[in-house]
């Protein structure tokens, strides 16, 4: 055994040889010392439990490259692209929608240079980070102001915060909502230092119920959009109109949380009806919020919008100032609704809208296409069929309303190697992300965005 110890290199000899010289030249001195230690480390306790010495240390050159792939695995980001075959558009776990090429471009020159951020170039002084946008949600939906968050669930225990600390906020019991990832309304009322008063039943809610509970103690009266399920049958709420006249009566704000939220209407687009922030401003609710990553079609951000004077309020809490989005994300939000500036240029412009809405004809195409590259790749084991398919919008909106969509299904006698497939579809050089039903691989079209570049990789690796 001592022999085979005497075999390993030391640290010195191995960075003062020319490939060490030059993997230094390339990762600097630290790195490549630390990545030799470690070897090093791993080739004596092999030698101890095996008595055999390490392939790498059967010669330098398999010693440096060794070393150089474990740098450049440690240079290569994680966070891989993949492709998203779910039939899920907004998919959370996989990062949720794609920004339009004016959101990229906004973004990439925000990180690339300084930018007017809080300052206003005509007057020379400092100005707002939300101003941007304010204006913008101003033109876009009528409202005076806006606000803007890290995301929707922030957006909400902003208001919660800012408005019913030690409070009372009353909440229809049917839309006491859980949204994926654990955020319950309840849970933010609480972290908001804000007691929820539940009202109604499961079912039904009507107006006498907001009413029977209002006392002094009352901050204001809130509306959840119940966007990930809905009841069916003998049901009742009420509307946010009907809570607006109920709130003047007695001089409480009314506020919703949207979800989702859109400012299109997504049923001239086809697609499921979804609530319009102008509409809920039109009804005079004081604050509406919704996400920024959902139907809208932008980054991760929660959009709150209302009233100049509550709005104010908002921007002065110590919290909006650790919820506050970053230059990058602003610039794409801005760049974002400035599409909705051009109605009829917004399915074209927008990734998620042009997903959601491409018909079938079109799906039908490209599951073609795709059934072909697969079929070049695939042996006899494997069963290739274009069926029909339902796909979904995701993130929590109206999972209970499927779309239409085309799917390229593989099955096989054995279910082991549709699980092998698997496996080799995540080795990908950009992975493929399925569906399992039915004992089928469901490779879902609607979902997929950059659809050429994934039969490119298909023909190629
Ligand atoms: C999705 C959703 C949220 C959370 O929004 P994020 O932007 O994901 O934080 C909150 N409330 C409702 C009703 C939602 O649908």
Request: proline fraction near 3%; aromatic fraction near 6%; charged fraction near 20%.
């Amino acid at each position: 055994m001592q022999t085979l110890f005497r075999q390993i290199p030391s640290i010195d000899k191995l960075i003062n040889a020319p490939q060490g010289k030059a993997l230094i030249e390339q990762f600097g001195h630290s790195a490549v010392v630390e990545q030799a230690r470690t070897l090093i480390d791993n080739a004596r306790v092999q030698i101890q439990q095996t008595q055999s010495l390490p392939d790498f240390l059967s010669d330098e050159n398999a010693l440096f490259s060794q070393i150089e792939q474990q740098l450049t695995s440690q240079q290569s980001v994680a966070i891989k692209s993949v492709f998203n075959l779910t039939g899920t558009v907004l998919h959370t776990n996989l990062g949720r929608g794609l920004w339009s090429e004016n959101a990229i471009q906004a973004a990439t020159q925000a990180m690339r240079n300084n930018v007017a951020l809080e300052f206003d170039i005509d007057a020379g002084k400092r100005s707002h980070r939300d101003n941007y946008i304010s204006d913008l949600i101003q033109q876009l939906t009528g409202a005076e102001a806006a606000c803007v968050v890290n995301n929707n669930a922030a957006a909400v225990l902003l208001m919660l915060a800012t408005f019913a600390q030690g409070k009372e906020v009353i909440v229809s019991r049917g839309e006491l909502v859980e949204i994926g990832g654990a955020f319950r309304i309840p849970d933010i009322m609480q972290q908001a230092g804000c007691k929820l008063v539940e009202v109604g039943t499961t079912n039904r809610t009507h107006l006498k119920d907001y009413r029977n509970a209002i006392n002094e103690n009352t901050a204001f009266l809130m509306k959840v959009h119940t966007s990930n399920y809905q009841i069916q049958g003998f049901t009742a709420s009420v509307s946010e109109e009907e809570l607006v006249e109920l709130g003047k009566e007695f001089n409480l704000p009314v506020i919703s949380d949207l979800g989702s939220g859109s400012l299109t209407d997504m049923h001239a687009l086809g697609l499921p009806a979804e609530p319009m922030v102008q509409q809920k401003v039109k009804a005079g609710v004081d604050l509406v919020s919704f996400s920024g990553d959902k139907l809208l079609g932008g980054p991760q951000a929660g959009i709150i919008v209302g009233k100049k004077e509550a709005i104010a309020q908002l921007q002065a809490h110590p919290l909006k100032r650790v919820l506050r989005c970053d230059k990058v994300i602003l610039s794409a939000l801005e760049a974002t609704l400035r599409h909705y500036l051009f109605p009829d240029r917004l399915i074209e412009e927008l990734p998620t809208l042009r997903l959601l809405t491409q018909s079938l004809e079109t799906l039908q195409t490209k599951a073609e296409r795709l059934k072909g590259a697969l079929y070049n790749r695939l042996d006899s084991r494997y069963i290739l069929q274009i069926e029909a398919s339902e796909a979904q919008i995701g993130s929590g909106a109206l999972p209970t309303e499927k779309l239409a969509s085309i799917a390229v299904t593989i099955s096989a006698e054995k279910q082991s190697d549709l699980l092998i497939l698997e496996q080799q579809f995540k080795a990908l050089p950009q992975p493929i992300i399925a569906r399992f039903a039915q004992q089928k691989m469901w490779l879902d079209l609607r979902s997929v965005a950059e659809f050429e570049a994934l039969i490119e990789m298909l023909k190629i690796s």
